[in-house]
Nanobody
Framework: QVQLVESGGGSVQAGDSLRLACVAS????????MGWFRQAPGKEREFVAG????????YYGDSVKGRFTISRDNAKNTVYLQMNSLKPENTAVYYC????????????????WGQGTQVTVSS
């Protein structure tokens, strides 16, 4: 119903920046709130950032607030995650996700997921 494809991950050094992008197809993009989650090996999937349907409201996990910025371009069916001042502890697979209408911070409340994109930050 909704397909999500992430891009933009890679291997960087601490302090560097990356911008992830997620392109959606299927259900009308603006119907969905969007979120970014990440999962490191052996750890639970963690909420990183969320954005409301029209980008009016944004939400961030405590560990990334001030460094990461989520945005969306509904005309392009794309959500972005700008990651600045990356730290080794940010190393994880980052997943784009979607759910109807309302942002939440729990991974199990999201209906659609991208394949993930690896972000590796070396010290």
């Amino acid at each position: 119903q909704v397909q999500l494809v992430e891009s933009g991950g890679g291997s960087v050094q601490a302090g560097d920046s990356l911008r992830l992008a997620c392109v959606a197809s299927g259900r009308t993009f603006s119907y969905n709130a969007m979120g970014w989650f990440r999962q490191a090996p052996g750890k639970e999937r963690e909420f990183v950032a969320g954005i409301s349907r029209f980008g009016v409201s944004t939400y961030y996990g405590d560990s990334v607030k001030g460094r990461f910025t989520i945005s969306r371009d509904n005309a392009k069916n794309t959500v972005y995650l700008q990651m600045n001042s990356l730290k080794p502890e940010n190393t994880a697979v980052y997943y784009c996700s979607a759910r109807p209408l309302i942002v939440t911070m729990k991974s199990h409340e999201y209906d659609y997921w991208g394949q993930g994109t690896q972000v590796t930050v070396s010290s």
